[in-house]
Structures are given as structure tokens and as C-alpha cells.
């Protein structure tokens, strides 16, 4: 009997040994790329192409990154993306939470259909709409500016709403229902309520938003006229020329822009993962 417990426990532990070496050499692949990343921004241009190849540099140094600052005007390219990124953020958590809400806690006639045109809206890639948006902005005269960088993320995004949505979905109705018996208006509710309930998803969408706005290259680069209004996404063009690709500046500006991603997932991983799965198995 002892024999057949001891077989099972190393069964069992073989299995899990398995699973971990495997989920392991998939952790390694994931993470290799941001490994070249990091060690290639302290090489010089000619060990980046080295054969045979060498993983770390022959001289740790952070010249690299010193160009990185000086070639380009690296703070005013961060406020500019900071300042975009702020808005970007603020605007997706007031108004997906608000036209959530709205999906998931209030009755009205034809609620389902509006929500499914709005799932549907997803279809439609950024490309497609990119030239009548264009068009609409250029006639408010707004290229040149922020604000068609901006003001699209107080009118809501389909994936942030039905992230939310399924979200809200999930809280019991008891609780707005005995609001309500109490006095409370919808405003309330919602203030009071459903956003101390929702950290998760709001975390979850504050970080997307993060990284979209952080990341995105194509909307500054159509829709920002000058250079004093670059972003650090349009900075890595600048670097870059057809005799000179000056790929280890390209490294050392990518690891900058990569750590802020990093140090803001790892904060806020715990309602990042919550916010996913809470959303994802509500009906």
C-alpha cells in the first residue's frame, strides 16, 4: 500500500515537473526577444552583427542611451506622449464605464441590437475609417493639434465597452435594486457603487489604453503636422536613416519606451488578470 502511494506522489510529481519545465520553455521564448532588446542597447553597432553571435556585450556601456538623448529633444517627445496618453486613459474610463453601465444596468427598448451594432463596429480595422476621419478633422481644423488623438477616447471603444459590460453584467442586482429603494439616483449608483465594485476592470482597460496611446505610431504620425508635437513612437523614425539605421540607438530608445509598459503591468497585474477573467466567463 505504501509502495503504490510513494508510485503515485512520483507520478504526480513528474507530471508537475513536466508541466513547469514546459510552461518554462515557453516563459524563455516569450522572453528572449526583450532579452536581445535589452543586452543589444549596450552594444555598439558593430557587435550587434558580430559573427559568431554574441549574447552580451564585450564593454557594459550607456552610450547608447546618452544619444538617445541628445540626438532627438527625448522630454519634449515624452510630455508630448504623456500628455496624450493622460487624456487617453481619462477618456476611456469615464465614458466605457458610463456607456457600460448603461448596457448592462439599465433597461430601454433595443439595448441588445444597439450593443451588438457596437460589438460589430470591432470588424471594422483603423485603416478603413482612417480617411473619412481624416477628412471630418481636417474640416473641424483640428490636424496639427492633439485633439484627434484625444478627444476619440470620450466617445468609447467597442472592446473597452464590451470588456466592462460583461464585467457589470456579473453584479448582483440585489445590490442596485436595494440602492434604489434607499433614494439613490442612477448617478449614484454608478458613482457610488458599480465604480468601487469595477477596480478590476478599470485597471484592466486604464492599462490597454496605456499601451495603446504609449505605442501608437500611425495616429501621430497622420495626424501631428510638426515635429514639436512628435511622440516617442514617431522619435524611432527620426533616428533612424537610409545610410545610417543606427540600430543600437533604435534598442536603447525601445528599451526606454518598453519599461514603462513593464513597471505598469507588474503594478497592476493582480486587477489586470481579475479584470480579464471576471469579464471573460460573465454572461
Same mark, same amino acid.
Given at each position: 500500500?505504501?509502495?503504490?502511494?510513494?508510485?503515485?506522489?512520483?507520478?504526480?510529481?513528474?507530471?508537475?515537473?513536466?508541466?513547469?519545465?514546459? +510552461?518554462? !520553455?515557453?516563459?524563455?521564448?516569450?522572453?528572449?526577444?526583450?532579452? =536581445?532588446?535589452?543586452?543589444?542597447?549596450?552594444?555598439?553597432?558593430?557587435?550587434?552583427?558580430?559573427?559568431? =553571435?554574441?549574447?552580451?556585450?564585450?564593454?557594459?556601456?550607456?552610450?547608447?542611451?546618452? &544619444?538617445?538623448? /541628445?540626438?532627438?529633444?527625448?522630454? $519634449?517627445?515624452?510630455?508630448?506622449?504623456?500628455?496624450?496618453?493622460?487624456?487617453?486613459?481619462?477618456? *476611456?474610463?469615464?465614458?466605457?464605464?458610463?456607456? *457600460?453601465?448603461?448596457? @448592462?444596468?439599465?433597461?430601454?427598448?433595443?439595448?441588445?441590437?444597439?450593443?451588438?451594432?457596437?460589438? &460589430?463596429?470591432?470588424?471594422?480595422?483603423?485603416?478603413?475609417?482612417?480617411?473619412?476621419?481624416?477628412?471630418?478633422?481636417?474640416?473641424?481644423?483640428?490636424?496639427?493639434?492633439? +485633439?484627434?488623438?484625444? %478627444?476619440?477616447?470620450?466617445?468609447?471603444? *467597442?472592446?473597452?465597452?464590451?470588456?466592462? $459590460?460583461?464585467?457589470? %453584467?456579473?453584479?448582483?442586482?440585489? #445590490?442596485?435594486?436595494? &440602492? $434604489?429603494?434607499?433614494?439613490?439616483?442612477?448617478?449614484?449608483?454608478?458613482?457610488?457603487?458599480?465604480?468601487?465594485?469595477?477596480?478590476?476592470?478599470? &485597471? /484592466?482597460?486604464?492599462?490597454?489604453?496605456?499601451?495603446?496611446?504609449?505605442?501608437?505610431?500611425?495616429?501621430?504620425?497622420?495626424?501631428? *503636422?510638426?515635429?514639436? #508635437?512628435? /511622440? +516617442?513612437?514617431?522619435?524611432?523614425?527620426?533616428?533612424?536613416?537610409?545610410?545610417?539605421?543606427?540600430?543600437?540607438?533604435?534598442?536603447?530608445?525601445? @528599451?526606454?519606451?518598453?519599461?514603462?509598459?513593464? %513597471?505598469?503591468?507588474?503594478? +497592476?497585474?493582480?486587477?489586470?488578470?481579475?479584470?480579464? /477573467?471576471?469579464?471573460?466567463?460573465? !454572461?
Amino acid at each position: 500500500m505504501k509502495n503504490n502511494i510513494r508510485l503515485y506522489k512520483f507520478s504526480v510529481f513528474l507530471r508537475r515537473l513536466l508541466i513547469w519545465l514546459l +510552461l518554462f !520553455g515557453f516563459a524563455l521564448l516569450f522572453l528572449l526577444p526583450f532579452f =536581445f532588446l535589452f543586452t543589444g542597447s549596450f552594444k555598439t553597432s558593430s557587435e550587434l552583427f558580430t559573427v559568431p =553571435f554574441r549574447w552580451f556585450p564585450k564593454k557594459w556601456s550607456l552610450n547608447n542611451y546618452r &544619444a538617445v538623448f /541628445t540626438k532627438i529633444p527625448f522630454f $519634449r517627445y515624452l510630455r508630448n506622449t504623456l500628455i496624450i496618453v493622460f487624456f487617453n486613459i481619462i477618456g *476611456a474610463l469615464v465614458s466605457n464605464s458610463l456607456i *457600460a453601465y448603461g448596457f @448592462a444596468r439599465l433597461r430601454w427598448p433595443g439595448r441588445d441590437k444597439i450593443f451588438l451594432i457596437v460589438i &460589430a463596429t470591432m470588424i471594422l480595422p483603423y485603416q478603413v475609417t482612417l480617411i473619412p476621419v481624416y477628412i471630418m478633422f481636417t474640416k473641424l481644423k483640428w490636424i496639427g493639434t492633439f +485633439l484627434p488623438l484625444v %478627444v476619440p477616447g470620450f466617445f468609447g471603444n *467597442a472592446f473597452y465597452i464590451f470588456l466592462m $459590460r460583461q464585467f457589470l %453584467v456579473g453584479i448582483p442586482r440585489e #445590490l442596485t435594486e436595494s &440602492a $434604489r429603494i434607499d433614494g439613490a439616483n442612477e448617478f449614484m449608483i454608478y458613482l457610488r457603487l458599480i465604480i468601487p465594485i469595477s477596480k478590476p476592470v478599470l &485597471a /484592466t482597460v486604464a492599462i490597454m489604453s496605456f499601451m495603446r496611446s504609449w505605442n501608437d505610431f500611425l495616429g501621430p504620425l497622420i495626424f501631428l *503636422a510638426s515635429d514639436k #508635437l512628435y /511622440t +516617442l513612437s514617431l522619435a524611432a523614425s527620426m533616428l533612424r536613416s537610409n545610410l545610417d539605421p543606427n540600430w543600437e540607438l533604435l534598442l536603447a530608445l525601445g @528599451a526606454v519606451m518598453v519599461m514603462p509598459v513593464l %513597471v505598469l503591468f507588474f503594478l +497592476l497585474q493582480k486587477y489586470f488578470i481579475q479584470g480579464i /477573467t471576471m469579464s471573460g466567463i460573465k !454572461g
